[in-house]
């Protein structure tokens, strides 16, 4: 069974462009969560879908945005990239929300921004 | 809300040394408890988990015991080796009728010499 796949494994954007990274989650699951990982700073909730809505957002701008598709594959994009936004982005899948299933997480997508 | 509180790092500990990385949580009612554990350049892989007081997580030789009263879960394996060295996050996910996401703490980097 395949896992949870992140696209692209890396990804160089200029400060004030658009950044669209995509992850599709292990079949059966439909919960998809979407973390920041920057350097020093352990894991920062971003986004949270779920049966094809947005359930939760964490403390991020709106320019951190997403959606999760019918197959329950997600998508997060960031505007207006800034210097800070470089880091690494993971996506994880779950069975459920909430209750004793724990989360997968895919490779990540590493942003640089310059 | 959430949170998970774990010791900072880095710990640093010569092959075949006893480990022990603490873990406390803040949560409304009684979570699931899980570590990850992150290798350089990879996303996280689950380690092990606990559903409820008592239980104990084991994997690989390491073990995690969910303490409700002191609402801990520190990480314990008594002979690490170099392929140990990771960051190592300790997780909660909330029971069903919570906010859903999972909440991670800040990870503890491990180093092991030979």
Known sequence: ?114 | GNSVTQMEGPVTLSEEAFLTINCTYTATGYPSLFWYVQYPGEGLQLLLKATKADDKGSNKGFEATYRKETTSFHLEKGSVQVSDSAVYFCALSPPSGGSYIPTFGRGTSLIVHP
Do not use: M
């Open chain 1, 1 to 114: 069974e395949a896992g949870v796949t992140q696209s692209p494994t890396h990804l160089i954007k200029t400060r004030g462009q658009q950044a669209t990274l995509r992850c599709s989650p292990i079949s059966g699951h439909t919960s998809v969560y979407w973390y920041q990982q920057a350097l020093g700073l352990g894991l920062q909730f971003l986004l949270w879908y779920d049966e094809g809505e947005e359930r939760n957002r964490g403390n991020f701008p709106p320019r951190f945005s997403g959606r999760q598709f019918p197959n329950y594959s997600s998508e997060l994009n960031v505007n207006a990239l800034e210097l800070e936004d470089s880091a690494l982005y993971l996506c994880a899948s779950s069975l459920r929300a909430g209750g004793y299933t724990e989360a997968f997480f895919g490779q990540g997508t590493r942003l640089t921004v310059v």
